[in-house]
């Protein structure tokens, strides 16, 4: 009896964790599920060498609430931005010709980072339901300090925000639900 208990308690456990973990695919992944169902579209634009893109994957995307906040209202991208990956967009083949699958650190950067209009790691990206590009987002972000961009983008709320006074005015009356 002890043992089925025990059984069934580690069942749960190990599905709470699971659920609490991003869905991450690849970009052309997202693209074909837009297709299909219409959805924004979470871009996380890494490099292997970047120490603040590992702090964001260990502090921020593993917190419950930015995982299932990300997994309900977009498709989450994993992209290096350093990497082989092919890219088919918007008509286009993005690739890294420079890429060196030899070379330790530092890479060649993909046409699709630049497209992007990536410029520093981690930057987190945002595409609308169509793959409109919408804006990057620079730097390590804590889950609070992230919270407000997914949202805003989530909501269609960055719609309404057109000058620095309507951000400003936005970032004073959000109110964070976002564990820590």
């Given at each position: 009896?002890?043992?089925?208990?025990?059984?069934i308690?580690?069942?749960?456990?190990?599905?709470?964790?699971?659920?609490?973990e991003?869905?991450?695919?690849?970009?052309?992944?997202?693209?074909?599920?837009?297709e299909?169902?219409?959805?924004?579209?979470?871009v996380?634009?890494?490099?292997?060498?970047c120490?603040?893109?590992?702090?964001?994957?260990?502090?921020?995307?593993?917190?419950?609430?930015?995982?299932?906040?990300?997994?309900?209202?977009?498709?989450?991208?994993?992209?290096?931005?350093?990497?082989?990956?092919?890219?088919?967009?918007?008509?286009?083949?993005?690739?890294?010709?420079?890429?060196?699958?030899e070379k330790?650190?530092?890479?060649?950067i993909?046409?699709?980072?630049?497209?992007?209009?990536?410029?520093?790691?981690?930057?987190?990206?945002?595409?609308?339901?169509?793959?409109?590009f919408?804006?990057?987002?620079?730097?390590?972000?804590?889950?609070?300090k992230?919270?407000?961009?997914?949202?805003?983008f989530?909501?269609?709320?960055?719609?309404?925000v057109?000058?620095?006074?309507?951000?400003k005015?936005?970032?004073?009356?959000?109110?964070?639900?976002?564990?820590?």
């Amino acid at each position: 009896m002890k043992k089925s208990l025990f059984l069934i308690l580690f069942v749960f456990a190990v599905s709470a964790i699971q659920a609490q973990e991003i869905k991450w695919m690849s970009m052309n992944e997202a693209l074909k599920a837009q297709e299909k169902e219409p959805k924004k579209i979470f871009v996380d634009a890494y490099t292997d060498w970047c120490g603040p893109c590992k702090m964001l994957d260990k502090n921020t995307f593993s917190n419950k609430d930015v995982a299932a906040y990300i997994n309900k209202h977009y498709y989450a991208v994993k992209f290096n931005a350093e990497g082989n990956e092919v890219i088919n967009f918007k008509d286009k083949v993005f690739k890294n010709p420079g890429y060196d699958p030899e070379k330790k650190g530092r890479n060649a950067i993909h046409q699709f980072t630049q497209a992007m209009g990536v410029s520093a790691y981690p930057t987190m990206v945002f595409f609308d339901e169509n793959a409109g590009f919408l804006t990057p987002v620079k730097g390590y972000l804590t889950p609070q300090k992230l919270e407000i961009f997914l949202k805003i983008f989530a909501t269609d709320d960055y719609k309404k925000v057109k000058t620095d006074e309507d951000w400003k005015k936005y970032q004073e009356e959000f109110e964070s639900t976002f564990s820590s």
